[in-house]
């Protein structure tokens, strides 16, 4: 039998909703971060929106320091994920959000996570590979950098995941799109004096891989930081779909209509004219750096 | 970096909203009735108060003036009078001079010769009776420091720079003149020269024997971690003044830090204890 979603999604082949929960996150209450989720699930269904996706570390709160051991939890087998889970079954809706991940195997190993939850249940996860540590920055120190860049075929299309400073690296949007992304979920928790880049790089990651960038950022002050909100939805061509309020929490949908990649790839083949030559030199140079 | 007036210039509304949030979301964050500071008349404790004052409502800032026999100015009592109607918050004058009697007459080693010592009694007086109004309205502490007096160490080690937050602390002293013009603190108090006011005639850039025009063009080059010879060529000095600036920069970070301690066990209160600040 089909699921309300699949029948929302068939009537029209390649077009859905996807919202951006800009949410402020309370450092270290994962209830009331759970509890804040799910009423932005309830906004976003209203809107109709078949996928939403929550900031870098929203389960959490971004500055949670060397409280991140204690707020730590296996994915998918975390009491978190469970209860989102059962959110998402209950609503319909793929959702994607961010979290402290504790290894299975290693207590102390933890990773900063993007998961992505259908409707059906929990589909995959995607580690941050890139771990600022400089300047407010401390990642590298409770961290582990992932090493994969999965891609996830959905009832949505092939979507793919990075968590805020992977943006600045292009060859993680890269390989997510060589491998078929067709819409690209970065979750993110960039603080104010950050804004002007994150919004040149949104822009310039989705046009330069010609696919759809969703760009949410956490909003709120945490130890003194402000995150900025301005969480988007960007087309293939660079263009601002929609965009949130900047630092204050909010809600924003738009429609996707993947029709739109097969035009714009034609317009601006970036893919078709990729030189795979030069990949080589690029790691021998990096290497000598 | 081209170091010139053009580097320290702000989005000053951006920065407005930005620090009137700040200050609203730390007041909610922590329940706290309002807030109280110590207003000088000065740029900075205006500026901090109009701020608050625009950002909780004037009815939750109590603004206390703090004069003592010494360096009280019918001058500054007058501007903070301008100030506290302009943007309509409470204003309490205490006289603290008693308090500062009692305190050099109780303390044998007390020598008045020594005027730093004597001065710094007063600014810590100053911050005690300021966080019994805290404590007894549950209200939060704001600090008026600036970034080019805390990066030179120019304040009283847990006196004027005591505060639950400072607004201003990432702001040049250049940069809060700025703000203040543009959030309408009156002309006339961005104009004065600052003083500490720990003894009568004391002047902020007579003391630390430099403009702050040039002062934190200096800072903001320091801050980029440019070589002080750069900023020197840059800013047609002498080097011997910008290695003068970056060493009584290093020389007082005892003075912005927790105090320092022994690493004994196996996390350390200010060294790897690395909690979030988070408001109870």
Known sequence: ???????????????????????????????????????????????????????????????????????????PTGASVREIEEIAKKE????????????????????????????????????????????????????????????????????????????????????????????????????????????????????????????????????????WGGSRIIAPSGSVIRQAKYDEDDLIAARIDYSDLTRVQAWVPTLRDLRPEIFNSLRDETEKL | MILNEDALRLDLQLTTDRLRRFIRDYVKKTGAKGVALNLSGGIDSSTVAALSASAIGGHRVLALSLPEEETRSSTDIQHSQMVAEKFRFKLETIDITPVLKSYFKTIPAFDKRDRLSKGNIKARARMIILYYYANRQSRIVLGPSDKSETMMGYFTKWGDIAADISPLMDLYKTQVRQLAAHIGVPQEIIEKPSTPQLWPGQLAEKELGIRYQTLDLILLGLENFMAPKEIADQLNLPPSVVTRIKERWLSNEHKRRAPLSMKIQYRTIGADFRLPYNPP
């Open chain 1, 92 to 227: 319909q809706i793929h959702v994607i959000f961010g979290m402290i991940e504790k290894s299975l195997k290693a207590s102390a190993v933890l990773h900063n996570t993007a998961v992505l939850i259908g409707p059906d249940g929990y589909i995959g996860k995607y580690q941050k590979m890139y771990l600022p540590t400089h300047s407010v920055f401390e990642e590298k120190r409770y961290f582990r950098p992932g090493y994969q860049t999965p891609v996830f075929e959905t009832k949505l299309g092939t979507l793919g995941m990075m968590i805020c400073y992977d943006i600045y690296f292009p060859e993680v949007a890269r390989l997510l799109c060589l491998k078929g992304t067709q819409l690209l979920v970065c979750i993110s928790a960039s603080p104010s004096v950050r804004k002007g880049f994150f919004e040149t790089l949104t822009a310039a990651r989705a046009i330069e891989n010609t696919v759809f960038v969703a760009f949410v950022n956490l909003a709120g002050i945490q130890d003194g930081l402000q995150f």
């Open chain 1, 1 to 75: 039998m089909e699921s309300k979603q699949e029948k929302r999604i068939k009537s029209k082949l390649g077009e859905f909703t996807i919202a951006l929960g800009q949410i402020a996150s309370k450092v270290g209450d994962k209830k009331y971060n759970i509890e804040t989720i799910k009423k932005k699930i309830a906004q976003a269904r209203r809107d109709k929106a078949d996928l939403i996706a929550f900031p870098e570390l929203s389960l959490t709160g971004y500055v949670v320091r060397d409280r991140a051991y204690e707020l730590a939890e296996p994915v």
